[in-house]
Nanobody, 115 residues
Framework: QVQLVESGGGLVQPGGSLRLSCAASGSGFNLHSVAWYRQTPGKEREVVGAITVNNEAHYSDFVKGRFTISRDNAKNTAYLQLNSLKFEDTAVYSC?????????WGPGTQVTVSS
């Protein structure tokens, strides 16, 4: 099982971009599917998208081509590229890695979109 830490969050203006990283320690990262989630206070956590062990990425409808998920197994890291950010994208973004029914979560990183 892997341990996860997200980074790359911060304050960005509307229309701006950020790249979030999900760094894994432990063995077998390449055998894990990775999903990105986000949550704002008072709302349920929602899935942003996911990438499979075969490098196939899938996204929730609200992403609408603005976000891209990728992974670099040699670096044990998954990425979430956020483009064309909107006020409503403000949230804590977390990654989740699962293999053989076992999942790990990172603590999350805050993304704030504000002018």
């Amino acid at each position: 099982q892997v341990q996860l830490v997200e980074s790359g969050g911060g304050l960005v203006q509307p229309g701006g971009s950020l790249r979030l990283s999900c760094a894994a320690s432990g063995s077998g990262f390449n055998l894990h599917s990775v999903a990105w989630y986000r949550q704002t206070p008072g709302k349920e956590r929602e899935v942003v998208g996911a990438i499979t062990v075969n490098n196939e990425a899938h996204y929730s409808d609200f992403v609408k081509g603005r976000f891209t998920i990728s992974r670099d197994n040699a670096k044990n890291t998954a990425y979430l590229q956020l483009n064309s950010l909107k006020f409503e994208d403000t949230a804590v973004y977390s990654c989740n890695a699962c293999a053989s029914g076992r999942c790990s979560w990172g603590p999350g990183t805050q993304v704030t979109v504000s002018s």
